[in-house]
Nanobody, 127 residues
Framework: QVQLVESGGGLVQAGGSLRLSCAAS????????MGWFRQAPEKEREVVAA????????VYADSVKGRFSISRDNIKNTASLQMNSLKPEDTAVYYC????????????????????WGQGTQVTVSS
């Protein structure tokens, strides 16, 4: 049974930082590209960042470039999202997701290509 479990969300003031973690089990983690998505109330789920299975490539949403950093540890089966200089518009539920290596990483922003999803963690940024 595949499980992706996010942690690290919370309430932070604008300008602050949070680090989200995603613990994966039940899958061969190193064979999956990993992504972080977010969904704000009444908005569609959108990609935040993605990382290829060997960490060689990353992609970021324009809105988070220079502020967020995605990483992974294929030994510990974890993926992380370091979020700095947080803004109120970053408030959302954040999800990690796994995309099989058979999918083209250049399409990593497409949520339809992800097979597995976590339950999400709430991030709230106050102004």
């Amino acid at each position: 049974q595949v499980q992706l479990v996010e942690s690290g969300g919370g309430l932070v003031q604008a300008g602050g930082s949070l680090r989200l973690s995603c613990a994966a089990s039940g899958l061969t983690f190193r064979t999956y590209n990993m992504g972080w998505f977010r969904q704000a109330p009444e908005k569609e789920r959108e990609v935040v960042a993605a990382i290829s299975r060997n960490s060689g490539r990353t992609v970021y949403a324009d809105s988070v470039k220079g502020r967020f950093s995605i990483s992974r540890d294929n030994i510990k089966n974890t993926a992380s999202l370091q979020m700095n200089s947080l803004k109120p518009e970053d408030t959302a539920v954040y999800y990690c997701a796994a995309m099989p290596m058979t999918s083209d990483f250049t399409l990593a922003t497409n949520r339809e290509l992800y097979d597995y999803w976590g339950q999400g963690t709430q991030v709230t940024v106050s102004s």
